[in-house]
């Protein structure tokens, strides 16, 4: 069974702990560190990152922070990008570049085998061949699971072909809703779906149904698309992020938002 099956449903992405463009140190480490050991003081047992997010920062302050790591905690890590010396992110799909990857996560992360690593697709390309390399990396024992991220129905059914495997991480939201067919799919399947952006990434969801809503559950536009998300299907697992110790509360506190049927038809129509 996926350890993932057994994470709570609200974890933690710590990509927005490097700097601008998460893309450098952050201003403040000290707080970063706060904010991840209050996420496991809080119950948090699934942690995303990449070691590609700074790069290498987050990952670096993950084990400052946590090191030695409790035992229940998943962390899941991608691989398949890059980033140059200004910021840009680039593919690093090649056998030898998805090897490094995995050992630098290992390095940076303190860790003999990374719990789950997402092969990170950067288009509609075959990726076969790309899994295949992770799919050997955990037969050698450095991996324990295997996801993908960023890809289309047809690619996910391809890589199972190759590997089992144990999410996908997609672009998904109350607005952004192109992949309600993969997200039935993967719940029939028993695989996680984990929606990177839940709240809009760098361009928060504006509607103002989100306030009617939260209004009456006294809660906020976020903490409402966040709950949407996790009545959507059960296999949803969340990863919101923050730089804050009071928006990680708050994003932690929506498992305890009980949206009712009319809610969730108010905020299915906001994708028209």
Request: net charge negative; glycine share 8%; proline share 6%.
């Amino acid at each position: 069974m996926s350890v993932l099956r057994n994470v709570k449903r609200v974890g933690y992405g710590a990509m927005q702990l490097a700097g601008p463009g998460v893309f450098g140190p952050p201003a403040d480490p000290d707080a970063a560190v706060a904010v991840l050991r209050r996420a496991v003081e809080l119950g948090v047992d699934h942690i995303d990152t990449s070691d590609y997010y700074g790069p290498y920062v987050v990952n670096e302050l993950i084990a400052r922070a946590l090191r030695p790591y409790p035992a229940d905690l998943v962390i899941v890590t991608k691989i398949g990008a890059r980033r140059d010396d200004t910021g840009n992110w680039l593919p690093a799909l090649a056998p030898a570049e998805l090897r490094s990857a995995v050992h630098d996560n290992l390095t940076r992360l303190g860790v003999e085998r990374l719990d789950v690593v997402n092969l990170r697709v950067m288009d509609e390309s075959p990726l076969e061949e790309s899994f295949a390399v992770l799919a050997a990396l955990r037969e050698e024992g450095l991996v324990g699971e295997l996801g993908i991220s960023n890809v289309t129905l047809p690619q996910l059914e391809k890589a199972r072909e190759v590997a089992p495997v144990s999410c996908v991480q997609n672009h998904y939201n109350v607005t952004e809703r192109g992949d309600d067919a993969l997200v039935d799919r993967t719940n029939e399947l028993g695989i996680a779906y984990v929606p990177f952006f839940p709240l809009g990434g760098f361009q928060p969801i504006q509607a103002e149904v989100l306030h009617t809503v939260a209004s009456r559950h006294g809660a906020t536009d976020r903490q409402v698309a966040l709950a949407w998300l996790l009545a959507r299907s059960p296999n949803i697992l969340l990863i919101p992020g923050t730089k804050t110790l009071a928006h990680l509360e708050q994003n932690l506190a929506v498992a305890d938002i009980d949206l009712t049927a009319e809610d969730i038809a108010e905020l299915d129509a906001i994708a028209g």
